[in-house]
């Protein structure tokens, strides 16, 4: 069974910075794109990166760019998300996703989605 | 803000059918990009219900599909059950960003 497990979240300030984990089990994970998407609470969904299964493609949005810093580390299964200044509209849940699809990136979509860890920035 | 429209909510009875639409533009759904379709159960994460356009995964009701025309695509949801009450969200690709409609939560009356 494909399991994601994500933590690293929790209450910084603005300004701050933070690091997200996903761990990955149940599929070859070295062999699919794995993404961030963020929620903040209340409201719809937002996609936030994406990395390809061998890191050479990787995606930001706009929102992002600039401060957060996608990567993986296929040796511990494991996908991570560098927030650097953080800002109170970063506030959300943050999930991780798998690319269904082996070996492709772009145009996909989510599945499945780890349960999320809550970033909070405080102004 | 999200580039692909869905109404906030829709209802119905059980038993009875719904449908969600999602509109985009011709930059994305009418650029030919496929749609797949995400129920969120309350307090929980999204899950996958229809990909590229109308693919059930398996496990997924066959009372869920999915549908494209033109610079739109549809979820219908027939035979309507009190645990299919949840947010429903379309997503997208348009200009190298993946994309999410609005949301729209579905109560069973």
């Known amino acids: 069974e494909v399991q994601l497990v994500e933590s690293g979240g929790g209450l910084v300030q603005s300004g701050r910075s933070l690091r997200l984990s996903c761990a990955a089990s149940?599929?070859?994970?070295?062999?699919?794109?794995m993404y961030w998407v963020r929620q903040a609470p209340g409201k719809g969904l937002e996609w936030v990166s994406g990395?390809?299964?061998?890191?050479?493609?990787?995606g930001y949005a706009d929102s992002v760019k600039g401060r957060f810093t996608i990567s993986r580390d296929n040796a511990k299964n494991s996908l991570y998300l560098q927030m650097n200044s953080l800002r109170p509209e970063d506030t959300a849940f943050y999930y991780c996703?798998?690319?269904?699809?082996?070996?492709?990136?772009?145009?996909?979509?989510?599945?499945?989605w780890g349960q999320g860890t809550l970033v909070t920035v405080s102004s | 803000q999200s580039v692909l429209t869905q109404p906030p909510s829709v209802s119905g009875a059980p038993g009875q059918r719904v449908t969600i639409s999602c509109t985009g533009s011709?930059?994305?759904?009418?650029?030919?990009?496929?749609v797949h379709w995400y129920q969120q159960l309350p307090g929980t994460a999204p899950k996958l219900l229809i990909y590229?356009?109308?693919n059930r995964p398996s496990g997924v009701p066959d009372r869920f599909s999915g549908s494209k025309s033109g610079t739109s695509a549809s979820l219908a949801i027939s035979g309507l059950q009190a645990e299919d009450e949840a947010d429903y969200y379309c997503q997208s690709y348009d200009s190298r960003s993946y994309v999410f409609g609005t949301g729209t939560k579905v109560t069973v009356l």
């Open positions: 996703a798998k690319d269904p699809r082996y070996r492709a990136m772009i145009m996909g979509w989510f599945d499945p």
């Open positions: 590229g356009y109308s």
């Open positions: 990395i390809s299964w061998n890191s050479d493609s990787i």
């Open positions: 149940g599929f070859t994970f070295d062999d699919y794109a």
């Open positions: 011709f930059s994305n759904i009418g650029a030919g990009y496929d």
